[in-house]
Structures are given as structure tokens and as C-alpha cells.
């Protein structure tokens, strides 16, 4: 547990009997942490929309929870931990359980699944146990509430720049939005694609291992310029 205060720190720090050395790590991962924390809000008047935020993955039971915010959209409490501003969050949320609640009716309404499973599945049997599988997954589906950011941090976007506050459980995210994601997600892709072009460019320099001209080779393997030189070089065993 993390606390910014000095007298916080010394409380914790006896209560656990942790080592001067320890003591003198944590005082340093808090006064960086302080340090890292946006000290004011930055004028932000408009609700945060979901294309500023990350959720948790689709088909599992965190759908619906909000792991980042914009960090204009917090202030810092007195442990340096994210404090969301519930009247531009709360339209978010509640635009969350407005889903949430049309997707659990869904998913718990025996009629409709039944309807839903008649035309893929003839066997009854196998569309009750579908049934109950699906309702099953929706009541473990986590209900959209107001974000806790309790020992959560700061970071600043990996593709955009802009400082976001993540949840402790969020630590290893590295963009402050869906959409930054996918467009980081699109960036290394291209930086493999160009890696392994120029790697292939490298590797199709070559020269001919009979007759020593050099080629451009039509892929990595190719060892000779010619059918002449390949067929040469077979025939004296090389």
C-alpha cells in the first residue's frame, strides 16, 4: 500500500517493521509517484467519451469496466492515487449500464436464446445447455460502477502523449484509448513489415556461389544466379 505523506509512511513502516533500506525505497517510489501525479485538474468541462477510455476485453467478465481515464478527468488524492471527477465520468458509467443492462436481459432471457439457438442448433437438449451457458457468463459479467484508482498511477500514452490514469489491475497498459491502442497495435506491424523487408533486401544481396556475380536474389535461399551455375555446382559436389 503506497501513501504520499511522511507520517502516513513512518505509521505503515512500523506497523510491517521494514528495514531502513526498505523504508528509504518506498519513501523514493512515493516521492516519485507524488512528483509524476498532475497536482490540479487542467479546466476539463466536458463528460469523458468512450473513445478517451479502455474497457476490459470483449467476451469476458470486466466488458464493462473502465480501466483508463483521461488524466484531466481526475485529481489526486492525498496518498498520489487518481481520483476520478464523478460529473464527467458519471455519463460514461451510465451509458455502460444502459448496455450492460440490455446485454444481461438478453442473455438471461430463456425465450430469446431459445429463439436465437432454434436455427443453428436442432437438438433441444443442446440448446437448453447453451442456454444455461450463456446466462451463466452474463451473470458473472462485472456491473458498470465508477472506476477506483486505489494505488493506481500516471502514464503518459505511448502513441499520443497525453497523461491517463490507469487501475492498479491495468498497470501494464501503455495507451489511454481503444483507439491509441489499435493505432500503436497498426504502428508495430508496419515497423515489423519494414524490419523484415529490409531484412529480405539484405539477404537477397548476394553473389552467386559458382560463379561469384552478384544477383538479386527472388528469395533469401538462392544461392545461384542460374540454372548453369546451379547445375555446375551440383556436378563438382558443392
Known sequence: MSYI??????RTMRTHRMT???QARMRAELQAKLAAAPSTTRGRNRPVERDEVVLGKDRTKTRYVILTLPADACTTNEYGDPVPIEALVEPLVEELRR???EFYDRETDGAALYNDLEAKHRDPESRY???EMRARAAKEVIEPSMPIFFDGSYRDCRHCGKTFAHVAEASRLRYCSEECA???KADRTREWVERRTAARGNARAQRCLWCGEGME????????CSGRCR?????EGK
Open 20 to 22: 531502513p533500506a526498505r
Open 231 to 235: 547445375v555446375a555446382a551440383h556436378r
Open 129 to 131: 445447455i447453451l442456454m
Open 217 to 224: 536474389a527472388s528469395r533469401a535461399s538462392k544461392r545461384y
Open 99 to 101: 448496455e450492460y443492462k
Open 5 to 10: 505523506t511522511t507520517e502516513g509512511v513512518t
Open 182 to 184: 489499435e493505432a500503436g
